[in-house]
């Protein structure tokens, strides 16, 4: 078993952590902090909102956001999954346990968003306390700060909370077998044995990097695109199945026609030639269509920058999908997300 740091700076870089954990609260309209196993702040808050900016600045009622972040780090342990629960204010927040080889090492706390209301739900209210009279008083007192709370479905905020998970464990892995790979390497250097073999400084490969990069990018469109906004089923061609499917699987990927004529088991020619008579248009304009449509509903559904919306669907550059949008629609993206009602 690997010899897990008990500290998460001695894990993964902070300041590196620190930058990704904004971009991620910004694409996903949820707060999120990091703590270590004990339930300390190893980050900045990232988009915490007015209301509870207010309520973290006063010491009575910071004790009790602390027990609540602490039950709730807790609950997520014992299921070694994200816990989604209410808040002593009535507020969502989750618990994102960051487990190493079955050590629980810290957490990522996300949250400060509210459920639609009328939406019925059996989520736990972890806190429940005497001083409700603060409370109410605090309610009262903020109550233009917290109708301007944030509101996500319950589907949506376990789509985050399960690419949260996954992301955050898979990089501090990462971080932890190139950790450990660099002691072993710089080990075998002060014993004069300068050949390491290639395996030993595995883990952390480009692929890697790559993988989990698509993987991300996949669950956030998934994560605002619509969700009728399903492959089609093609009768005229049952043969192109696989290649539709594999499509809408993976938006984040540009997929060639030779893959795509690979997954039907075809050549690239017959691939074509079927392809344009079921749709009517050639493989390249089909899919060219599609990254359109995906790149519409994420500027009229997420606060991604145009850049990030450009890198999160696999275009070359943010100036290749202006282009080929304002081929489409007529307009650029940043034009048409400015028409859109408020």
């Known amino acids: 078993m690997k010899n897990v740091h008990s500290a998460l700076h ?14 991620l609260a910004l694409v996903t309209k949820m707060s999120l902090i990091t703590i270590d196993y004990k339930g300390t702040p190893v980050t900045d808050h990232s988009s915490c909102c007015d209301f509870c900016k207010y309520v973290r600045h006063d010491p009575s009622l910071l004790s009790l956001c602390k027990k609540c972040d602490s039950r709730g780090g807790l609950e997520a342990v014992r299921a070694n999954k994200p816990y989604i629960y209410y808040c002593h204010f009535n507020i969502i927040d989750v618990a994102i346990p960051i487990i190493i080889n079955d050590t629980y090492v810290g957490a990522v706390m996300a949250g400060q968003v509210k459920l639609p209301p009328h939406k019925e739900d059996t989520l736990e209210k972890l806190l429940h306390t005497s001083k409700s009279g603060i409370i109410e008083d605090t309610l009262e007192t903020l109550e233009a700060e917290y109708e301007r709370i944030p509101i996500l479905s319950l589907e949506r905020i376990k789509t ?47 692929e890697h990097i790559k993988k989990v990069k698509k993987e991300v990018s996949n669950t956030l469109i998934n994560a605002y695109v619509s969700e009728t906004q399903t492959h089609p089923q093609t009768s005229l061609s049952p043969l192109l199945q696989p290649a539709l499917d594999y499509i809408y699987q993976h938006k984040s ?71 080929k949008f304002k081929a489409h629609i007529g307009i650029t993206p940043a034009v048409y997300r400015n028409n859109l009602p408020r």
């Open 160 to 206: 985050i909370s399960e690419m949260l998970y996954h992301l955050c464990n898979y990089i501090v892995e990462e971080a932890i077998d190139k950790q450990l790979s660099l002691e072993s390497y710089t080990a075998r250097l002060y014993s004069g044995q300068t050949r390491i073999k290639s395996e030993e400084i595995s883990g952390f490969s480009v």
């Open 253 to 323: 990927e540009n997929i060639s026609l030779k893959k795509a004529a690979e997954l039907c088991h075809i050549s690239p020619s017959y691939f074509s030639r079927i392809f344009c008579k079921a749709t009517g248009e050639n493989f390249s304009t089909y899919l060219s269509k599609l990254k359109i449509q995906w790149s519409k509903e994420l500027l009229e559904t997420s606060d991604m920058t145009v850049n990030q919306i450009s890198d999160t669907l696999g275009f070359n550059d943010a100036g290749y999908l202006i282009k």
């Open 10 to 23: 001695h894990v993964i870089d902070l300041k590196k952590w620190q930058s990704l954990q904004d971009s």
